[in-house]
């Protein structure tokens, strides 16, 4: 391989790495956001959902500047194998074997969003659990592999981190919603102002509301039996 | 072959036993779609006209964007 080092790819490599805890943080805690039903008044449910999947991208792509630099930087020799498979790094074995672990876990995750409509929502979900662990591996790898992890600001930024993530998880954990909280008012697709104050239907009263346009949906019977669905747990 | 016409219209339905109430359908769909007492969406079964530029546009954001992947889009030939 050819000897390629500079401090910029150690450099680029720990402030990726910094970066991609940080914005993994904010997925994790958006994903915490989206499964809790949050949204509907001031931010729109969907939206969340949008910033969740469009910074886990943006997280994605730091990660791989991470990887990559970790990879061609030939002063610690770590070898294009270790980024996918673990144990293989002569250097640092362990903290590096933790990094590829949480690596191939969030491959599986993206892998299996970017192939959600294909595949069983059961699996895609069973998948999305992986994330957890993936955050969990990867904080052991920053403290065990950082340069930058174990003093000053970026042991703080860890801490911080590691402090919302698991807030999140204790918020998922307990929350477990049960129901949508009624009505969301938002929609980037033209709206009535006065949605969000309007009174939710009633069983056998037909919606009122004017259709958008001449052509437009008319309101009719519901598409499915509306039975009472208390207290469904997840 | 010619100009294909956009004749006919769609329903967007539900699967009910994915649908988990997130309530994102009811977002981005607030034409088609409405949410019951218990967070649930009650979808218009009249078919909408495919010429209904809007409405195909925000049911489509509503299959996108659903977490549990409950909804699609079903094309009808009997549209009014
Ligand atoms: S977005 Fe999907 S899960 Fe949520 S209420 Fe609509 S159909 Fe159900």
Redesign the interface.
């Given at each position: 391989m050819i000897a390629l080092t500079s401090p910029y790819l150690w450099y680029t490599t720990r402030a990726t790495g910094l970066v991609t805890l940080v914005l993994f943080t904010l997925v994790v805690s958006l994903g915490t956001l989206?499964?809790n039903?949050v949204g509907?008044t001031a931010v729109?449910?969907?939206e969340l959902?949008?910033l969740h999947r469009t910074i886990a991208a943006v997280a994605c792509a730091f990660l791989a500047i991470h990887v990559v630099t970790t990879v061609i930087d030939s002063y610690v020799s770590t070898g294009p194998l270790a980024a996918v498979v673990p144990f293989v790094s002569s250097y640092k074995r362990l903290p590096v074997a933790l990094g590829t672990i949480a690596l191939d876990l969030m491959l599986a995750v993206w892998a299996s969003s970017l192939l959600?409509?294909r595949i069983a929502?059961a699996s895609?979900r069973f998948i999305h659990w992986f994330s957890w662990l993936a955050f969990a591996i990867a904080v052991v790898h920053a403290l065990l592999a950082g340069t930058d992890a174990r003093s000053g600001i970026g042991l703080a930024v860890v801490i911080v981190c590691v402090a919302v993530v698991a807030g999140a998880g204790a918020w998922r954990f307990a929350a477990r919603p049960t129901?949508?909280?009624?009505?969301?008012?938002?929609?980037?697709?033209?709206?009535e102002p006065e949605?969000a104050s309007r009174p939710?239907?009633r069983?056998s009263e037909p919606?009122a509301r004017p259709?958008?346009?001449a052509?437009?949906?008319?309101?009719?019977?519901?598409?499915?039996p509306?039975r009472?669905?208390?207290g469904?747990s997840? | 072959m010619g100009v294909r016409r956009r004749v006919g219209g769609f329903v967007l339905l539900v699967n009910p036993i994915l649908c988990d109430g997130f309530g994102h359908c009811a977002e981005l769909a607030p034409d088609l779609v409405h949410v019951d007492e218990w967070g649930y969406p009650i979808i218009v079964t009249e078919p909408v006209a495919l010429a209904n530029l809007a409405a195909l546009e925000s049911a489509r954001y509503a299959v996108r964007g659903c977490p549990r992947q409950a909804l699609r889009i079903e094309r009808v030939h009997d549209a009014h």
């Amino acid at each position: 391989m050819i000897a390629l080092t500079s401090p910029y790819l150690w450099y680029t490599t720990r402030a990726t790495g910094l970066v991609t805890l940080v914005l993994f943080t904010l997925v994790v805690s958006l994903g915490t956001l989206v499964a809790n039903r949050v949204g509907g008044t001031a931010v729109g449910r969907f939206e969340l959902n949008e910033l969740h999947r469009t910074i886990a991208a943006v997280a994605c792509a730091f990660l791989a500047i991470h990887v990559v630099t970790t990879v061609i930087d030939s002063y610690v020799s770590t070898g294009p194998l270790a980024a996918v498979v673990p144990f293989v790094s002569s250097y640092k074995r362990l903290p590096v074997a933790l990094g590829t672990i949480a690596l191939d876990l969030m491959l599986a995750v993206w892998a299996s969003s970017l192939l959600k409509a294909r595949i069983a929502n059961a699996s895609w979900r069973f998948i999305h659990w992986f994330s957890w662990l993936a955050f969990a591996i990867a904080v052991v790898h920053a403290l065990l592999a950082g340069t930058d992890a174990r003093s000053g600001i970026g042991l703080a930024v860890v801490i911080v981190c590691v402090a919302v993530v698991a807030g999140a998880g204790a918020w998922r954990f307990a929350a477990r919603p049960t129901r949508a909280a009624g009505r969301t008012a938002l929609s980037p697709l033209g709206g009535e102002p006065e949605r969000a104050s309007r009174p939710v239907p009633r069983r056998s009263e037909p919606t009122a509301r004017p259709a958008p346009s001449a052509d437009g949906p008319q309101r009719a019977a519901p598409a499915f039996p509306r039975r009472p669905r208390p207290g469904r747990s997840r | 072959m010619g100009v294909r016409r956009r004749v006919g219209g769609f329903v967007l339905l539900v699967n009910p036993i994915l649908c988990d109430g997130f309530g994102h359908c009811a977002e981005l769909a607030p034409d088609l779609v409405h949410v019951d007492e218990w967070g649930y969406p009650i979808i218009v079964t009249e078919p909408v006209a495919l010429a209904n530029l809007a409405a195909l546009e925000s049911a489509r954001y509503a299959v996108r964007g659903c977490p549990r992947q409950a909804l699609r889009i079903e094309r009808v030939h009997d549209a009014h």
